[in-house]
Structures are given as structure tokens and as C-alpha cells.
Nanobody
Framework: VQLQAFGGGLVQAGGSLRLSCAASGRTFSAYAMAWFRQAPGKEREFVAVSTWSGGITYYADSVKGRFTISRDNAKNTVYLQMNNLKPEDTAVYYC??????????????????WGQGTQVTVSS
């Protein structure tokens, strides 16, 4: 599956953004979908994941209660709604897809496909 992430931008602290990740190719609904992010000078880290149905989601502690992952399998799209953004959320955000369910969802090498990334910048 090919992935394309978009929706990033510049926002003030406390603001909101919604990222989208459009998938094409193989059956989108067969994949668990996740978002990762990489801040300048830091390693890429897990943000959120959703099972193929959207019925199970997990979040990094740093975004829990502020970010929401959702998906629309009819549109082959996964979303990341980000509210109450903080300067420390500044990063390039990547979407990723994996087969084999939600196991090892924080392990980057478990993912089969990655999008190109979209920049999110939060100003203080």
C-alpha cells in the first residue's frame, strides 16, 4: 500500500490541526494504521495506532487525551486530530501501515509501508 500524508502546518500553542493519510494500492482495511513523529535531533517515535476496524486504538502517553486517531476505510484514509497542541509536538509526522494486526505497534520495523511525512510546527 502506498501512503501520502498531508495536513501539516504552522499553528500556535493551544491550537488544533488534523492530519490525513491517504492510501492507495492494496486493501486498506487489511492494515493497522499508525502515526509516528520525529522532532529535530530526536529519534522517530510512536504517536497513535488504530486497528483495521478502528475499534482499538493506542496512544503515546505524551498525546493521550489531546490526539485522536480515526479512519474511514471507505475513503482509504486515516486521520490524526490534534488538539491543544504544544511546542513539543513540533515534528515531522509520518503515517504507517502494517499487516498482522496491532501486535508490536510501537516497533517501527513492524510496519510495511510509510508515508513521506508532513511537518507540524507549533509556536509558543
Amino acid at each position: 500500500v502506498q501512503l501520502q500524508a498531508f495536513g501539516g502546518g504552522l499553528v500556535q500553542a493551544g491550537g488544533s490541526l488534523r492530519l490525513s493519510c491517504a492510501a492507495s494500492g492494496r486493501t486498506f482495511s487489511a492494515y493497522a494504521m499508525a502515526w509516528f513523529r520525529q522532532a529535530p535531533g530526536k529519534e522517530r517515535e510512536f504517536v497513535a495506532v488504530s486497528t483495521w476496524s478502528g475499534g482499538i486504538t493506542y496512544y503515546a502517553d505524551s498525546v493521550k487525551g489531546r490526539f485522536t486517531i480515526s479512519r474511514d476505510n471507505a475513503k482509504n484514509t486515516v486521520y490524526l486530530q490534534m488538539n491543544n497542541l504544544k511546542p513539543e509536538d513540533t515534528a515531522v509526522y509520518y503515517c504507517a501501515a502494517k499487516t498482522g494486526g496491532i501486535a508490536y505497534y510501537t516497533v517501527q520495523t513492524a510496519y510495511n509501508s510509510w508515508g513521506q511525512g508532513t511537518q507540524v510546527t507549533v509556536s509558543s
